[in-house]
């Protein structure tokens, strides 16, 4: 079974440029989750979807930050513009159904450096 | 607010020492606590689901256990490649699963 799958793997941008991440999902996966993972510390939800709609969205800074999951399947994370509190891991996450408790399954993540 | 906390930061043990890490949370109800493990430069990788106080889960040299405030993850007779950063996460009572992760434990195992 392929896993998720994650690009680009890295990406070095200046403040206030935009950027994409792109992520594709284990196939049949009606969750996706992106998760930002700064140094040192765990990963934190920023927004959830379930199949094209989103449920969660929270902890998303709205007015920088957004994502689409077009189609229920591969999904963008977009930053614009950036901020250098945003140099992270950005993590894209799986699971069958996220009303039950399955265990989510993550890609390798984009590594974003803002210079 | 939902909270998870794991200590010690960071372990360092020689091969064969085996030791337990330590996963203590503050939840408004437990539908499900989760252990992963993260290597440099990848994502998390999933290694046990404990749902209720008293289940336990064993995979090879760990062990996870869970009371109703922590969670242990015990490592027996380690070997280099379990050096790893050990993830705790917690998924609260509610509708969909959204986990509350710890910052982990990163433990160095030497020859």
């Known amino acids: 079974e392929a896993g998720v799958a994650q690009s680009p793997r890295y990406k070095i941008i200046e403040k206030r440029q935009s950027v994409a991440f792109w992520c594709n999902p284990i196939?049949?996966?009606?969750?996706l989750y992106w998760y930002q993972q700064i140094l040192g510390q765990g990963p934190k939800l920023l927004i959830q979807f379930q199949n094209n709609g989103v449920v969660d969205d929270s902890q998303l800074p709205k007015d920088r930050f957004s994502a689409e999951r077009l189609k229920g399947v591969d999904s963008t994370l977009k930053i614009q513009p950036a901020k250098l509190e945003d140099s992270a891991v950005y993590l894209c996450?799986?699971?069958?159904?996220?009303?039950?408790?399955?265990?989510?399954?993550f890609g390798d993540g984009t590594r974003l450096s803002i210079l | 607010e939902d909270q998870v906390t794991q200590s010690p930061e960071a372990l360092r043990l020689q091969e064969g020492e085996s030791s337990s890490l330590n996963c203590s949370y503050t939840?408004?109800?437990?539908?499900?606590l989760f252990w992963y493990r993260q290597d440099p430069g990848k994502g998390p990788e999933f290694l046990f689901t404990?749902?209720?106080a008293g289940e336990e889960k064993e995979k090879e040299r760990l062990k996870a256990t869970l009371t109703k405030k922590e969670s242990f993850l015990h490592i027996t007779a380690p070997k280099p490649e379990d050096s790893a950063t050990y993830l705790c996460?917690?998924?609260?009572?509610?509708?969909?699963?959204?986990?509350?992760f710890g910052t982990g434990t990163r433990l160095l195992v030497s020859p």
């Open positions: 404990l749902y209720s």
């Open positions: 196939s049949g996966h009606a969750t």
């Open positions: 939840v408004s109800g437990l539908r499900g």
């Open positions: 996450a799986s699971s069958l159904d996220g009303q039950e408790n399955q265990p989510q399954h």
């Open positions: 996460a917690v998924h609260p009572r509610g509708g969909f699963q959204k986990l509350v």
